[in-house]
C-alpha cells in the first residue's frame, strides 16, 4: 500500500475512532497519526489475541485501524485522565 493510501486510511481510521470513543479532539494530524499507530495495535489484537480478521482492502483496514485507535485513546485517557 502507497503511502498516500496508508494516510488516507490512517486518517479515516482515527477520525473514526475518535467519533466513537468521544474525548478531546486531536485534530487532523492527531486523528491521522492515531489511525496509523491504531492499525498497528488493532492489527496485532486482533490477529494474534483473538485470532480474527476483519478481512482485506480498504474497509477491513480502516475498521481494524478504528479499533485499534479506540484501545489507544481509551489508554491514553486512562493514563492521563483529569482530577476533578
Do not use: Q
Amino acid at each position: 500500500m502507497g503511502i498516500i493510501s496508508t494516510l488516507i486510511i490512517g486518517a479515516i481510521a482515527g477520525w473514526l475512532g475518535g467519533m466513537i470513543y468521544k474525548g478531546s479532539g486531536l485534530g487532523l494530524l492527531g486523528n491521522v497519526v492515531i489511525g496509523i499507530l491504531g492499525s498497528g495495535v488493532g492489527s496485532w489484537l486482533l490477529e494474534r489475541v483473538f485470532k480474527v480478521s476483519l478481512g482485506e482492502g480498504w474497509i477491513g483496514s480502516i475498521l481494524t485501524g478504528a479499533i485499534g485507535a479506540i484501545v489507544i485513546l481509551f489508554s491514553v485517557n486512562l493514563i492521563f485522565r483529569k482530577k476533578k
